[in-house]
């Protein structure tokens, strides 16, 4: 009978929680109920970029042209809109030697970082004007992986002439009008 009663005692002593109490989990002496451990962190990310997957870009252009502004040597034409969203920007030295170079930078269109031409073809009309440009470039992606591709890009272009609105130092000249535009983008 003793150890009966020295075997309650000392659970109550262990214990300390009233019977009321145990029910709530509320007693005297239990631990709280800890939060389980956040999960581990993601892996780091890897390219999303499929290599040898192509995205298709085409210029928005409003029926009549895109202004690119007066006509300029390097062919230059800035905010192009593009159908996924975005805007371009156009800069050639078409008559760069040895070989052709300038840039493609891209604003908000996918994840594009900013694109370096290797190379240019073009086609001129009797003034000399550019027609029809081709370009080779490459770059690489602006999403925090690194990854690269390698882009081509075909444009028309036409001109309209502007006299000019007076005053000094405000000349003529010609106005040059993005007709069509398209890129393909490779990913490395």
């Known amino acids: 009978m003793r150890h009966r009663i020295a075997l309650a005692l000392v659970l109550v002593l262990i214990t300390g929680i009233p019977s009321h109490s145990r ?8 631990a709280k109920k800890q939060p389980p451990p ?13 290599p040898g997957s192509q995205s298709q870009i085409i210029a928005g252009v409003a029926t009549g042209g895109f202004s690119c502004g007066r006509e300029t040597y390097p062919l230059y034409c800035y905010g192009i809109p593009a159908n996924v969203g975005g805007t371009f920007w156009l800069d050639v030295s078409y008559n760069a030697t040895p070989s052709q170079t300038g840039f493609v930078s891209f604003n908000s269109v ?3 970082g900013q694109g370096t031409i290797t190379g240019a073809t073009f086609t001129t009309n009797s003034l000399g004007q550019i027609t029809q440009m081709d370009i080779v470039f490459n770059g690489t992606t602006n999403d925090g992986d690194n990854g690269a591709y390698t ?3 075909s444009f028309t272009f036409s001109y309209v002439y502007s006299s000019g ?12 009008l993005l007709q069509t535009g398209s890129l393909t983008i490779t990913y490395q």
């Not at 029910?23 to 239990?30: V, Y």
């Not at 956040?38 to 499929?50: A, F, K, M, N, T």
């Not at 609105?165 to 040059?176: A, D, E, P």
């Open 151 to 153: 882009g081509t890009g």
């Open 23 to 30: 029910a709530q989990g509320q007693g005297q002496g239990q």
């Open 165 to 176: 609105g007076g005053g000094k130092g405000n000349l003529g000249g010609y106005v040059q």
């Open 110 to 112: 996918l994840d594009l």
């Open 38 to 50: 956040p999960p581990p962190p993601p892996p780091p990310p890897g390219p999303d970029e499929v």
